[in-house]
């Protein structure tokens, strides 16, 4: 079983940056594609971003397409998400998931994923 520690959370002004990083421990994460997802308060949990698991080919919500960037470190077992120009409305808590597939692709809804970690929150001020 692997488990998932997300960081790099926390408070940013409408602009700013943010990283951040999700931590493989018990097993490598080399085989698996992984996520990032979000939930704000009151609404459902949704899909953010993902990376196949060579790190060839990612997927992006049309939200955050252009200001997100995801990628991974196999050697780190961590995979990381880079958050520029954020606002207001990315303001949740994001979580990190792992996917086993025959094929190592993604998968664009959270029921496509088995780990989860306990996320990590990001307030975006106005």
């Known amino acids: 079983q692997v488990q998932l520690v997300e960081s790099g959370g926390g408070l940013v002004q409408s602009g700013g940056s943010l990283r951040l990083s999700c931590a493989a421990s018990g097993r490598t994460v080399g085989s698996d594609a992984m996520g990032w997802f979000r939930q704000a308060p009151g609404k459902e949990r949704e899909f953010v971003s993902a990376?196949?698991?060579?790190?060839?080919?990612?997927a992006y919500a049309d939200s955050v397409k252009g200001r997100f960037a995801i990628s991974r470190d196999n050697a780190k077992n961590t995979v990381y998400l880079q958050m520029n120009s954020l606002k207001p409305e990315d303001t949740a808590v994001y979580y990190c998931?792992?996917?086993?597939?025959?094929?190592?692709?993604?998968?664009?809804?959270?029921?496509?994923?088995?780990?989860w970690g306990q996320g990590t929150q990001v307030t975006v001020s106005s």
């Open positions: 998931a792992s996917r086993r597939s025959i094929f190592g692709g993604v998968s664009y809804v959270k029921e496509g994923y088995e780990n």
């Open positions: 990376i196949t698991r060579s790190g060839g080919s990612t």
